[in-house]
């Protein structure tokens, strides 16, 4: 493992800088915690605190920008668009209609999950991708080294276009006064053009946090005058500015599988030719193909490595169509595989790991109310990650990942891949808390409802019950 800790801070050739904490940054009058990306780019990471941003999705909205410069956008078009993207991802693509989006699965031939992100059919023959462009661009070149998909065409549009998040109950509202227009039309997972400060935008009905949410795509040319209208917007719905921190924790609560939270790219298992490949368009990425440092009580990195089945994501495996690593998906499917639950933590064991930190003996490892995500590691050019056994009387029976306080139920969960006998709703288990540097403390759970999030999902949100935000 000691080329995973190569100096890419140091050495420009590999990427530059790290990805390192900031104090507190002024802009436009709003001081906030920041990260610094490999690109330089400033990441806001905290505004007034994690608490009140987590609370901002259930009681009133958010606005987040914390992942324009990680979303990675770029298009896929050209004759023979729709069939490349179906050889390369689990989905079918044919059977989406434009306005619409999937959420798209790459697996490797070992079946398991090398890249996901949301796809969304601009045109016939169009697709906006996002989060997949450094495994598409590989793929695509492969392919058109054999003479395929030769009409084909990969636009990278990072830098190019930003993407602003926009969630909770009041976010609806909140984008139609920002753009004075009805979009009470766009369904779940749509998205259509409108106007906010007079650029055109793409409002897509979909975000993370589970309740009603939005995406506003924009030109970054004009991202700054979006921004400031939807801000401007949203100050009489008392909306709060979302940092990474905060958007890191709702996937959790929202039961939606995160990379680097609740699972890994499995570059490692990959082909020589595919890292090659990839190596090529993505050189300061070369650590992840060595896969994650595990902080936690499992002593295996590889547990990150999952296939549809083990995380809730098996519906999206569509058979009748052929697709990297289909024949592994299809003995993962017919298997006793793990299933994918919610875990409600035991509140006097969690004390135990506090007060052992000031009992004066051997305390347990610390942990951090908010969760265990350490991305601030990954750009130093190696990454961690958290994976904690979970036992019934001394045995493994799953893995528990993403571990996060939930603020309005004041609560501790992780979501859990987990052997599917134990899956009922109620079963006690116990999460082993430590790894090669503490001791392990044991810790009572038991399942819980996944997801978690009690609140209407987006998906089910009765949106003619939403007052109109725009004038009429």
């Known amino acids: ?248 924790m709702n996937h959790t609560e929202n039961g939606f599988a995160q990379y680097m939270l609740h699972f890994d790219n499995a570059f490692e298992e990959c082909s020589d030719e595919f890292k090659e490949k990839f190596l090529q368009f993505s050189p300061y990425f070369d650590f992840l193909m060595h896969g994650p440092e595990n902080m936690g009580s499992d002593p295996n990195h590889d547990v990150f490595y999952v296939s549809p089945f083990d995380i809730g994501w098996g519906y999206l495996v569509n058979f009748n169509h052929d697709f990297i690593g289909k024949e592994a998906a299809w003995k993962a499917k017919n298997s006793n595989h793990r299933k994918m639950v919610t875990l409600e933590w035991n509140a006097d064991d969690i004390a135990d790991v506090f007060r052992s930190q000031y009992a004066g003996g051997t305390p347990y490892k610390p942990m951090d109310s908010a969760n265990d995500y350490l991305m601030h590691n990954c750009f130093a050019g190696y990454y961690h990650m958290c994976a904690d056994r979970v036992e019934i009387d001394g045995r493994q029976v799953g893995v528990s990942t993403g571990r996060g306080e939930i603020v309005h139920y004041h609560t501790m969960i992780s979501l859990c891949s987990i052997d599917p006998e134990y899956a009922q709703i109620g079963t006690e288990v116990k999460v082993i808390w430590g790894n090669k540097d503490y001791p392990e403390k044991e810790i009572r759970a038991k399942v819980a409802p996944f997801p978690y999030l009690k609140e209407t999902l987006n998906g089910d949100y009765d949106v003619s019950k939403v007052p109109f935000g725009f004038e009429k």
Not at 17 to 39: I, N, R, S, Y
Not at 115 to 131: K, N, P
Request: net charge negative; proline share 3%; aromatic share 10%.
């Open 1 to 248: 493992m000691e080329d995973t800790k190569r100096d890419y801070a140091n050495n420009p050739e590999l990427g530059g800088q790290k990805l390192v904490m900031q104090g507190t940054v002024p802009l436009d009058g709003t001081d906030f915690m920041a990260l610094v990306g490999p690109d330089g780019a400033v990441i806001p990471y905290e505004f007034k605190g994690w608490k009140e941003e987590v609370a901002a999705w259930v009681d009133s909205a958010y606005l987040g920008a914390a992942i324009s410069d990680q979303w990675f956008p770029s298009v896929v078009k050209g004759s023979g668009a729709t069939d490349f993207l179906s050889r390369i991802f689990v989905n079918r693509f044919d059977n989406a209609p434009v306005g619409k989006s999937k959420h798209g699965l790459i697996l490797n031939e070992k079946g398991h999950i090398i890249s996901d992100g949301i796809i969304l059919r601009r045109g016939e023959e169009e697709w906006l991708l996002t989060c997949v462009s450094q495994v598409v661009e590989p793929l695509l070149r492969m392919f058109q080294e054999k003479g395929e998909f030769m009409e084909v065409e990969h636009v990278d549009l990072n830098g190019k276009l930003c993407l602003y998040q926009v969630g909770g109950p009041r976010s609806l509202e909140i984008l139609e006064a920002a753009s004075n227009e009805n979009l009470h039309d766009i369904e779940y997972l749509h998205f259509r053009d409108a106007q906010i400060a007079g650029h055109t935008v793409s409002i897509f009905r979909m975000g993370m946090a589970g309740t009603l949410s939005y995406e506003v795509h924009v030109d970054t040319e004009s991202c700054k005058e979006v921004y400031e209208a939807i801000w401007k917007a949203g100050q009489r719905y008392d909306m709060k500015k979302l940092g990474y921190h905060a958007y890191m």
